[in-house]
Nanobody, 124 residues
């Protein structure tokens, strides 16, 4: 079964940058669509970014467009989220997730595996 492990969270000042990593243990990682989500205190879970199994197709939530970049390295079984120009409202627990069913579009991704989350805190 697939296991996902996020890392790279921490405390950063507004305007700073962080790179999150999500390492997967599955033997077929290269066939999975991947996504990043976050949940801030008192808020609903939010889709942040997604990337197709090939790495060709990418999606970003409106609130992070132009600031965050999702990428993957299938040889390392890892997906990344580069976060720049961070704002206090980016403070949240960030989760990665895997869609082993290879949904054709971002809207139809079916995330079956989730990591435990990593905390990102952005100070004013």
């Amino acid at each position: 079964q697939v296991q996902l492990q996020e890392s790279g969270g921490g405390l950063v000042q507004a305007g700073g940058s962080l790179r999150l990593s999500c390492a997967a243990s599955g033997r077929t990682f290269s066939t999975y669509n991947m996504g990043w989500f976050r949940q801030a205190p008192g808020k609903e879970r939010e889709s942040v970014a997604a990337i197709s199994w090939s790495g060709v197709n990418r999606y970003y939530g409106d609130s992070v467009k132009g600031r965050f970049t999702i990428s993957r390295d299938n040889a390392k079984n890892t997906v990344y989220l580069q976060m720049s120009s961070l704002k206090p409202e980016d403070t949240a627990v960030y989760y990665c997730a895997a869609d082993p069913f290879r949904g054709i579009t971002i809207a139809t991704f079916e995330y079956a595996y989730w990591g435990q989350g990593t905390q990102v805190t952005v100070s004013s």
